[in-house]
């Protein structure tokens, strides 16, 4: 059976926390499994506290998110060592499954290139699964993907003021 590509992607909640349900099938199935998160900082979850409690490799690459940053340089820098990370890890063939989680942010903020990235999903090996999160979604990713799941609010806590609780968001 042919590998697969999947992309979780809008403004709705549930794009890593999908990624990772599914993470945690491979698992089950037997699978090796490894999650890069390109953009959440240091900030302890408890998805990765159980991720890593069930052997699945967890990378931190990103210092976490900021709309009101003077410069990208820092995260340009570290978003281009953990796509050297991912990239090997995504064609050594030692994982079934390489999660990229929000890395479509990396890209729509141009910190790596779209192309590069979906040049190296053309050329992984055929047996490795990706799944790719985060809100946009570039032109070549799309045209890599053979599902793109678009998470859409109907309404979020959030716009009412309601903050991310322990449990619920991280």
């Not at 979850?45 to 991720?51: F, N, Y």
């Not at 069930?54 to 990103?62: A, D, M, N």
Request: a neutral charge; charged letters at 25%; one cysteine or more.
């Amino acid at each position: 059976m042919a590998a697969r590509v999947l992309v979780n992607t809008g403004r709705g909640k549930g794009k890593t926390t999908a990624a990772l349900g599914t993470a945690i099938r491979a698992l089950g199935q037997g699978q090796r499994v490894c999650v890069f998160q390109f953009m959440k900082g240091s900030l302890p979850t408890g998805e990765i506290a159980v991720l890593q409690r069930l052997g699945i490799s967890v990378q931190r690459l990103g210092t976490g998110f900021s709309w009101t940053k003077e410069s990208w340089d820092e995260d340009r820098e570290l978003a281009a060592r953990g796509w050297e990370q991912a990239r090997t890890a995504l064609m050594s063939g030692e994982w079934d499954l390489v999660v990229l989680d929000e890395i479509n942010y990396v890209l729509g903020y141009g910190l790596l290139e779209a192309e590069a990235v979906a040049r190296a999903i053309r050329e992984r090996p055929a047996k490795v699964n990706v799944i790719l999160t985060g809100r946009g979604l570039e032109p070549a990713i799309a045209e890599v993907a053979d599902t793109i799941t678009e998470m859409v609010p109907l309404k979020h806590g959030f716009d009412a003021g309601i903050k991310a609780s322990q449990g619920i968001e991280f």
